[in-house]
């Protein structure tokens, strides 16, 4: 979900286990040259799935932690791809706590059906999180260290299966 922590984390990640790092709102935002909002604007929301999809489509996840877009989970297809090359760290937190970490809901490029309210998304969302999600990690406490600490003991005992 927006405000989860996908990229600050991300960052964190790679640079502790010295990986690359990818994150795809900046590639949708390079690739089409405007802020994500104003993709959203110009080819709505499904539009905006449909270049997230093919931006993800065309990442290699070997070697590389990859912030993808809240809204990754809608396609079959990408999270296949990308699940064949890497595993997917879910990072929840509860909807009172995203509800404080997102101000901009209605500025911040999100991919949702315009009427669909926040409380709403979240809902649709989590059974796609957790459906794709090889390992989930709870982030809505602690620091952001703690956070990382917790994802990267989560994906030693992981790939110690």
């Known amino acids: 979900m927006p405000g989860a922590g996908k990229s600050t984390v991300g960052v964190l990640l790679s640079k502790r286990l010295a990986l690359g790092f990818i994150d795809s709102d900046l590639l949708i935002q390079v690739r089409e040259d405007k802020p994500l909002q104003q993709v959203l604007d110009d080819a709505g929301y499904l539009g905006l799935r449909a270049i997230e999809e093919s931006v993800l489509l065309t990442v290699e996840p070997r070697g590389n932690v990859i912030a993808t ?32 970490r997102i101000r901009d809901y209605d500025t911040r490029g999100i991919s ?44 030693a005992k992981d790939t110690s299966r």
């Open 69 to 100: 877009g809240g809204s990754a989970v809608y396609s079959d297809a990408a999270m296949q791809h990308l699940a064949a090359g890497s595993q997917i760290v879910w990072l929840d937190a509860p909807l009172t706590e995203l509800r404080q």
């Open 112 to 155: 949702r059906r315009p009427d669909q309210a926040f409380s709403e998304l979240f809902a649709e969302r989590q059974a796609l999180y957790a459906r794709y999600g090889s390992i989930r990690v709870d982030c809505s406490e602690g620091t952001l260290e703690d956070v990382l600490d917790r994802v990267l003991e989560s994906l």
